[in-house]
């Protein structure tokens, strides 16, 4: 199908698969991890990439590249590939223009798992990083920047505080200094903000959460818009622009060009050596949540913004992060960069502090205390004392995480359950 004539709806269902006469019409499940070649020199035009094709799964697979095309064209990129977590997507994305000796401006407000990767893993790496608020001003986030600076980080809606990226304000500073910003758009999703289209040049995803949609499989994704130019900025990207003598000598920005140097480079160097690959029949199962997206987000954010409404005028609720609220602090933001909805996840304070967030989590009947969120079932969590237990107290508020804050997953059940549940709940501390 030619998917620039298609809505992203209709690309959710079809997208990166098209069934030839007689061929499946679900995507097969290709559970192998190597592939058979009729002479040597076919498979080394593979292994020089002259020819596209298939010769051993920890690389590339054809279901997982099926699934990577469809959300490429949902994010409107030129490349993509599929990793085995969402942790290994944002790793992989700065690793793959980052070496020792190189610098990372980042959002503050992010995943604690990845404020965690960049700011201790990667340390241990050489790589430098400086944490910024999303909320800065242009002078403060161009002060950032350092002469070894790579990349840009920031997600579009964060986990847990529920910030929203300014991606304008972040991609032109980015750009200013010759790097390019990568967005984690994981609970957005391109449903309801595509990065690229604010001057954003690569997005990550955790495929775990609303991608799939039903808490079924771990994995994330990677998407190229193809619009940085990185010869042009050659002398910060010599691992694109010069030869990689790791791979047969060859010099991704040139061979591949703007479109495909980037994702080329991430699969056959890092992907190579690390091996954090999507099995391909999570890639399938993601596939089918994928079909679903564009009808699963609209009741998610339906159901976040009843849930929001309904704790910002209750009594026992000290605070409600959600955009969708008129009052909140990213609203006019939210309705730049999100206007049809954000995501189903909304985090607020109940009065009482920590303890009190705690027996509130434990009364309720319909949402579950779980490390997870994004999916089809309603669930709950402490980040400070979870997800979040790494950081201190003063590290936690410059990620936009207080202590007592719980984090609500709105999932697709009946809004007035939800309601109901999280009443009576309130009702027992």
């Known amino acids: 199908m030619d998917e620039q004539n298609f809505s992203i709806n209709t690309l959710c269902v079809q ?8 061929e499946p019409r679900q995507i097969p499940i290709v559970q192998s991890t190597t592939f058979k070649y009729d002479t040597s020199d076919e498979m080394g035009k593979l292994f020089d990439l002259e020819a596209s094709g298939y010769f051993y799964s920890r690389l590339q697979n054809p279901t997982c590249d099926t699934v990577a095309a469809k959300i490429a064209a949902l994010e409107g990129g030129s490349a993509a590939m599929l990793t085995g977590s969402g942790q290994a ?26 404020f965690n990767l960049i700011s201790v893993t990667m340390a241990k790496m050489g790589i430098t990083a400086t944490f910024v608020s999303p909320d800065c001003t242009e002078e403060e986030l161009n002060a950032a920047f350092q002469d070894n600076t790579r990349a840009v980080f ?17 991609a032109n500073a980015a750009h200013a200094h ?6 984690d758009n994981t609970f957005a ?8 289209e604010w001057g954003a040049d690569i997005v990550t995803h955790s495929t775990t959460k609303y991608m799939d949609g039903h808490g079924a499989c771990v994995g994330g994704a990677i998407v190229d818009s193809g619009h940085f130019d990185w010869m042009a900025h050659a002398d910060k990207f010599p691992g694109l622009c010069t030869p990689d003598e790791s791979y047969h000598g060859v010099t991704y920005a040139e061979r591949f060009g703007k479109e495909g140097a980037f994702i080329t480079k991430a699969t056959a160097q890092l992907m190579r050596d690390f091996g954090c690959v999507q099995s391909p029949i999570n890639a399938y199962m993601l596939n089918l949540g994928l079909e679903s997206l564009h009808v699963r987000m609209a009741r998610h954010c339906e159901n976040g913004q009843a849930v929001a409404e309904f704790l910002a005028a209750h009594p026992n609720i000290t605070y409600v992060n959600y955009c969708g609220l008129p009052g909140d602090k990213y609203h006019a933001l939210a309705e730049k960069y999100l206007p049809n909805g954000s995501c189903g996840v909304v985090s607020f304070g109940v009065k009482g502090g920590r303890e009190a967030a705690k027996a509130f989590m434990g009364h309720l009947k319909v949402a579950a205390i779980e490390t997870h969120v994004a999916d089809a079932r309603t669930c709950c969590l402490h980040p400070a004392s979870t997800t979040h237990r790494q950081m201190n107290d003063e590290q936690l508020l410059a990620a936009g995480v207080q202590p007592d804050l719980v ?23």
């Not at 997208?15 to 007689?22: A, D, I, K, M, S």
């Not at 944002?90 to 503050?108: K, M, Q, T």
């Not at 920031?154 to 972040?170: C, H, M, Q, R, S």
């Open 407 to 429: 984090r609500m997953s709105c999932g697709l059940e009946d809004k007035n359950d939800l309601i109901r549940d999280i009443a009576q709940a309130l009702d027992q501390i």
């Open 189 to 196: 999703t391109p449903i309801n903000c595509r990065p690229f």
């Open 178 to 183: 010759g790097v390019p910003l990568i967005v």
């Open 89 to 114: 997507a944002n790793f992989l994305a700065l690793f793959n223009i980052c070496s020792a000796g190189d610098h990372i401006v980042a959002s503050s407000s992010i995943y604690g798992g990845t």
């Open 154 to 170: 920031g997600e579009t809606i964060a986990n847990p505080a529920l910030t929203v990226l300014d991606i304008e304000k972040f």
């Open 15 to 22: 997208g990166g698969y098209t069934p030839g006469n007689g």
